[in-house]
């Protein structure tokens, strides 16, 4: 079976879970928490070699201040329960900014966790036109663009998987994303089941990987 | 009904579709000049815009030389056939490079033909590097980054379809791409028929734009 090096975690649908389950938005995010770590675990079980996390956004910030302090505490909490495996954490987003949780400083340089492993990248108050605004004017190769990226400690993804059922990246990672494939899951992020996962490294085994070419 | 301003369009399967009815893989690209002219009549009907069809890139340039030609024979009839109808024109990608087509060279200026109209853009010779490569180090506000684009006169996409099965933009405009909604028609691009841009355009209808909020 052919497994992606690195996959891209999209993990949508929150509010409207907590709607559906007679809840306010806001408390949709706590439930997003275990299938996080769940799916850390499948991922490694499969020797998936990287994993990236879209935690919040900039474009997010302008959401309700009750939403925002909701995902926010949720984002503190997944990176505490992922920093309790054995992982090479990334923390990496404008970390400048006061919507920057402070808990998470620590973790803006990858730190090798239980003796390392998977390397976890997690997208706190990241934006896409934060992450290019470096990239600089010095030659058009791909690897400069890389390497100017204010993620340049993340590198080029196979896979994208999105829960929540929108065909869209919403501002992941446009340079990493370019070549990746991309799979969308209908049901929302907090009823998550393994088999959704499975069934994602099924379709991409069939996949034909052409890098463009 | 809701229209997305701006599509952005894969015609990929060509190849694909040349093997399946015997021929060489080459001869496929003729078969999507029909099918790009009736797609921009449709876009007219329903009062789209701007569109953009991606031509063809530099990485497609690493293929053999056959295959090489075709699609570049095919892109400057496309783009010939369109230059035929009313529209704002323009044709985008690296016309620096022995690879750009000479007769398109014309085109790399918005040219109002036939008294203008819907805005077309032709992707030729188009690499996302060399796209990124001018976006400089002067402030990250998203309009600086689009205005710095080699691409700076193609707009935000609202809608990507892609034909031919594969779920993935293969370097399509990661900056206007990236709140995008993305479509994906089995079948290959030569087969095309309007059902399927109706699909596309009723599916849209029922996203939620948010632009990452």
Known sequence: ???????????????????????????????????????????????????????FTTDNCKRPAKQLEAFS??????????????????????SQSPAFPSELKPYTVRTDINGGGIKVNFLVNYGWEWDLSSIGENGNSREKIFENLQSNDISRIDLVIRWGGMRRLSGFLPVQSVYADFYVVDSMWPDFIPQEFYNAMTWYDKQDVTLGG
């Open 1 to 55: 079976m052919r497994i992606p090096s690195h996959i891209g975690i999209i993990p949508d649908g929150n509010r409207r879970w907590a709607q559906k389950n007679g809840m306010e938005k806001h408390q949709g995010y706590h439930f997003g928490l275990k299938p996080g770590l769940e799916l850390l675990h499948l991922a490694k079980e499969y020797g998936i070699k990287e994993i990236t996390y879209y935690g």
């Open 73 to 94: 505490k949720s984002c503190v909490e997944a990176v505490q329960l992922i920093a309790a495996d054995g992982v090479s954490l990334l923390v990496v987003g404008n």
